[in-house]
T-cell receptor, first 116, second 115 residues
Framework: AQSVAQPEDQVNVAEGNPLTVKCTYSVSGNPYLFWYVQYPNRGLQFLLKYITGDNLVKGSYGFEAEFNKSQTSFHLKKPSALVSDSALYFCAVRRPSTGGGNKLTFGTGTQLKVEL | DAGITQSPRHKVTETGTPVTLRCHQTENHRYMYWYRQDPGHGLRLIHYSYGVKDTDKGEVSDGYSVSRSKTEDFLLTLESATSSQTSVYFC??????????????FGPGTRLTVL
């Protein structure tokens, strides 16, 4: 079985400050990890993914995520937050496998609020 | 939205009626998925398809059925809608990437209210 935990329902940060949205995972074997963002009344948009290699993954809109195998974490980060980054963020995991439908397991989401 | 459309975008229906939601993709990808999104639960997989007429259950499949008669269309049917199926439904496709690493892309969603 695979699972994802996003321990914070909401994260508040001031514009211009760095932001971190936390994610921990549980999966057998090496994980594939994803971050998605959802703006109000929209579908999920893909931000970035980790497959293998560098532990720091760069994605869209200036976001990056750091994979830490020993802590089973994949935290989303941005050096300087913008008000327009305010949205709902989802972390997801899947096992690298040849079958099973490439199914993703999602966390419950973290609402990011960036204030002036 | 990665060439994915969903219809209808909004629907209000009554308990006990059947409802069908449609997902259409323009790129002929093999894998398609139906999720529901509820507060406090994130996204949960209802059913998925790995080809025409090839489907399988996800974690919350009770009360739902699916069909895929063409590569581009994936239908989700609520056989007899209940208030617990009030939710936002998302369709997704899996786009192949390097190293066999697919990425899922999502449609705009359908907001379903069951009265």
């Amino acid at each position: 079985a695979q699972s994802v935990a996003q321990p914070e329902d909401q994260v508040n940060v001031a514009e211009g400050n760095p932001l971190t949205v936390k994610c921990t995972y549980s999966v057998s074997g090496n994980p594939y990890l994803f971050w998605y963002v959802q703006y109000p009344n929209r579908g999920l948009q893909f931000l970035l993914k980790y497959i293998t290699g560098d532990n720091l993954v760069k994605g869209s809109y200036g976001f990056e995520a750091e994979f830490n195998k020993s802590q089973t974490s994949f935290h989303l980060k941005k050096p300087s937050a913008l008000v327009s980054d305010s949205a709902l963020y989802f972390c997801a995991v899947r096992r690298p496998s040849t079958g099973g439908g490439n199914k993703l397991t999602f966390g419950t989401g973290t609402q990011l609020k960036v204030e002036l | 939205d990665a060439g994915i459309t969903q219809s209808p975008r909004h629907k209000v229906t009554e308990t006990g009626t059947p409802v069908t939601l449609r997902c259409h993709q323009t790129e002929n990808h093999r894998y398609m998925y139906w999720y529901r999104q509820d507060p406090g639960h994130g996204l949960r997989l209802i059913h998925y398809s790995y080809g025409v007429k090839d489907t399988d259950k996800g974690e919350v499949s009770d009360g739902y059925s699916v069909s895929r008669s063409k590569t581009e269309d994936f239908l989700l049917t609520l056989e007899s809608a209940t208030s617990s199926q009030t939710s936002v439904y998302f369709c997704a496709i899996s786009v192949p990437g390097t190293g066999g690493m697919d990425t899922q892309y999502f449609g705009p969603g359908t907001r379903l209210t069951v009265l």
